[in-house]
């Protein structure tokens, strides 16, 4: 592979042209993502360590002009068209990168999206926390709202604190989960910068590419609505996994694997 400004991590032995994973944060380092409940071993996965990251290293561009970055992995890789797996904030990375190469990106699996900012559609997190959330969720979801971090330990600190909103439970797996992936205020607030004022009225008029969103029923940081909006205005396929949070390969990896076993062996 060429000479990058951006680490790449190759995950499974699949057949087929290679996937691109986009992880979110945003800027966590993608050691998150784990084995992706083994999903590259139906087509190989390379994950993008996005500009920020820990072995990438500087700071994101902004997410519209880091889309850039996928095409010259995608480049990279010999592909003139691909497939793209995005979880969470990484998803504002597929979508800007199809909007702005809308012959490169074959089709996207749109994991978990933070979706109000595309859809419009408020969250509907309080309502959903009112159902079943753990004491632990409920003071997440708090925290959320009132967290305003200032400094790089700050930062880790109120990521740490808001990790429950992010799970279904909160047992010593999902505990031990919210501590891989390194993360930096820098880096988020990076991610954000230069983003053209009419972004997200590009990306709606965008002839989309065949799109799966995946939603979990008890993710906070999401929503629920919000995220179905948004995969209809997209012309998306939509699963929503039950008992599951923001990180479906982690609480619902047979369901989570199966659903994206399904969309990247072919068209729907």
């Given at each position: 592979m060429l000479a990058l400004p951006f680490a790449v991590t190759a995950l499974g032995d699949g057949v087929g042209d290679p996937v691109i994973v986009l992880p979110g944060g945003p800027c966590r380092g993608p050691e998150y993502l784990g084995d992706f409940a083994g999903v590259g071993d139906v087509r190989p996965l390379i994950v993008l360590h996005p500009r920020g990251t820990p072995r990438s290293g500087g700071l994101s561009r902004g997410w519209?002009?880091?889309?850039?970055?996928?095409?010259?992995?995608?480049?990279?890789?010999?592909?003139?068209?691909?497939?793209?797996?995005?979880?969470?904030?990484?998803?504002?990375?597929?979508?800007?990168?199809?909007?702005?190469?809308?012959?490169?990106?074959?089709?996207?699996?749109?994991?978990?999206?933070?979706?109000?900012?595309?859809?419009?559609?408020?969250?509907?997190?309080?309502?959903?926390?009112?159902?079943?959330?753990?004491?632990?969720?409920?003071?997440?979801?708090?925290?959320?709202?009132?967290?305003?971090?200032?400094?790089?330990?700050?930062?880790?600190?109120?990521?740490?604190?808001?990790?429950?909103?992010?799970?279904?439970?909160?047992?010593a797996v999902e505990q031990a989960h919210a501590t891989i992936g390194a993360v930096s205020l820098a880096s988020a607030e990076a991610w954000f910068i230069d983003i053209p004022p009419d972004a997200t009225d590009r990306i709606r008029a965008t002839s989309h590419p065949r799109a799966l969103v995946v939603a979990g029923s008890r993710d906070l940081l999401t929503g629920v609505k919000p995220v179905a909006d948004y995969a209809s205005l997209l012309g998306a396929s939509y699963t929503l996994i039950e008992d599951c949070g923001h990180y479906p390969w982690i609480e619902q990896p047979e369901t989570f694997r199966h659903r994206l076993a399904s969309w990247l062996t072919g068209p729907e």
């Open positions: 519209w002009a880091d889309a850039s970055d996928v095409i010259l992995l995608a480049d990279a890789l010999g592909l003139s068209s691909f497939d793209v797996i995005a979880h969470s904030a990484g998803t504002r990375l597929a979508l800007a990168t199809a909007a702005q190469f809308t012959s490169r990106v074959g089709s996207m699996a749109l994991i978990t999206p933070p979706a109000s900012w595309l859809s419009g559609t408020p969250s509907d997190a309080e309502s959903i926390a009112e159902d079943w959330a753990t004491a632990e969720a409920r003071e997440a979801l708090a925290a959320m709202t009132t967290d305003d971090p200032a400094t790089e330990s700050e930062f880790r600190v109120a990521f740490r604190r808001q990790a429950p909103a992010s799970y279904a439970r909160w047992t």
